[in-house]
């Protein structure tokens, strides 16, 4: 069976620790492919930049890391079927109606193990798609997680998004490819 380990996020925008992660988790973990899943609207309200632009800025991603990574719309068919609204379960839920020959693992940053109750059922998520954990630097994870050895860097795209609206040099937290589309598109400015 082909594992699809899954990279999602609101990716607003894709910074470089979303690639280092891909990169991360396709050369060191038991996944065949990877998609990254950008977030149709976020559960709780915060603003997005278009979700078309945040789609191709992922693929601008997934291009760099090679032919095992892509971008998954999937988040954009389950928030059309419940009328607006996608979490990650009602994601797995779908996906395993739609790919029953895949099975999947949820790549997530440690700092997500500090907010899993705020994510819909939980248990039923890592059930479904148990996690590959990757450290995070500055972020030290709950006692007993596993995660991986490695930390990537404290990049935010909150960081990334300030930088880009007072006219900061985001050079170094970007790749070159998303900066040229966000140069491009005026976006976060």
């Known amino acids: 069976m082909t594992i699809v380990g899954l990279l999602g996020g609101a990716f607003n925008p894709p910074h470089v620790a979303h690639a280092l992660v891909g990169l991360y988790a396709l050369e060191t973990q038991a996944i065949d492919r990877l998609w990254l899943v950008p ?3 976020n559960a709780f309200g915060k603003h997005l930049a278009p979700y078309d632009d945040r789609v191709a800025m992922c693929e601008l991603v997934a291009a760099a890391l090679g032919p095992r990574a892509e971008v998954s719309r999937v988040e954009e068919d389950v928030a059309r079927e419940r009328g607006g609204e996608s979490r990650t379960l009602h994601t797995l839920e779908h996906l395993a109606i739609v790919a029953p020959t895949l099975s999947f693992r949820l790549i997530i940053g440690a700092d997500i193990l500090h907010e899993t109750s705020a994510w819909l059922a939980w248990d039923e998520v890592c059930r479904r798609a148990p996690p590959i954990v990757i450290g995070r ?3 030290a994870a ?3 997680a596993t995660v991986s050895e490695v930390a990537m860097p ?3 795209s909150t960081e990334v998004r300030r930088r880009l609206g007072v006219a900061e040099d985001a050079r170094d937290l970007l790749p ?5 589309y966000i140069d491009a598109r005026g976006l976060y400015r």
């Open 154 to 156: 404290a990049v935010s």
């Open 176 to 180: 070159a490819a998303v900066l040229r």
């Open 137 to 139: 630097g500055g972020v």
């Open 142 to 144: 709950p006692p007993g």
């Open 39 to 41: 977030t149709w609207k």
